[in-house]
């Protein structure tokens, strides 16, 4: 399984601990207010500020906050002025990363980057050193319990989705970015419900780890998604099953 599936399934198990709930809100205020200022405070004609509404939604933000983001992304309240970077590098087991960053001061950022890649047995690199290996895409989870495979393929095939794939537990559909929106229209239509939806970075290639680097890569991925500034780590990582069993024990 991919490090994207793999990594996203962890999470919901271990579940948001309490003391890390202001950390994922600051994180989904930053990108409400940079999607408002991108694309406009109107979610219905701003499909990033939609998902990013959605996200905060799901994770029960506030709807005060919500709107205190959009206006301080239009304009319309004073607020910090977030930049977007992309840092690139290698972890553990020559595995690719990519990391989404959104920070007020570049400087800071790059180096607790630069950091926590040398501490969890990794380097950061230049840019464009692993992007390559990513393509951008839709992508939803579904799990097996929710729904028939020939039932799934059918509602999200005819929406515009490319593939799907069969997992452990559940099924990865992949689109094209612009068909993402469609494709959840559609399932839900049909009364599917999905466990995740979102944009992602979507890896070529996978890097199978044994239990020693598939430890300091998970490890490396949390330390990286603590940092404040750190929006998302996609990484091409695969893990077996039977390694996952053995890192549970």
Request: hydrophobic share 35%; aromatic share 6%; glycine share 10%.
């Amino acid at each position: 399984m991919s490090g994207h599936s793999k990594w996203s399934q962890i999470k919901r198990k271990k579940g948001v601990a309490d003391a890390k709930r202001g950390q994922v809100f600051t994180k989904l205020i930053k990108e409400i207010t940079v999607a408002a200022r991108m694309g406009g405070g109107d979610p219905e004609g701003n499909a990033r500020l939609r998902t990013a509404i959605a996200d905060a939604r799901a994770d029960n933000m506030p709807k005060d906050n919500i709107e205190r983001a959009i206006k301080k992304g239009t304009g319309e309240l004073a607020g910090v002025s977030y930049e977007e970077f992309m840092y690139e590098g290698y972890g553990p087991g020559g595995t690719a990363i990519l990391v989404e960053a959104m920070t007020d001061n570049k400087n800071r950022t790059s180096a607790e980057i630069r950091y926590i890649f040398s501490r969890g047995s990794g380097n950061l690199g230049e840019a464009g050193c692993v992007a390559w290996m990513f393509h951008k895409k839709g992508y939803l989870e579904v799990a097996k319990a929710a729904v028939q495979e020939d039932r799934l393929m059918e509602v999200a095939l005819d929406a515009g989705a490319e593939d799907i794939k069969d997992g452990d537990q559940e099924y990865e559909v992949i689109t094209d970015p612009q068909n993402l929106e469609a494709v959840k229209k559609a399932l839900e239509g049909a009364g599917i419900k999905y466990q995740a939806a979102e944009l992602t970075m979507y890896p070529q290639t996978t890097v199978t780890l044994d239990e020693k680097h598939a430890e300091q890569m998970l490890r490396l991925m949390e330390q990286l998604e603590d940092n404040d500034d750190v929006q998302h780590v996609y990484a091409n990582f695969d893990i077996p099953d039977s390694v996952m069993e053995q890192l549970g024990k």
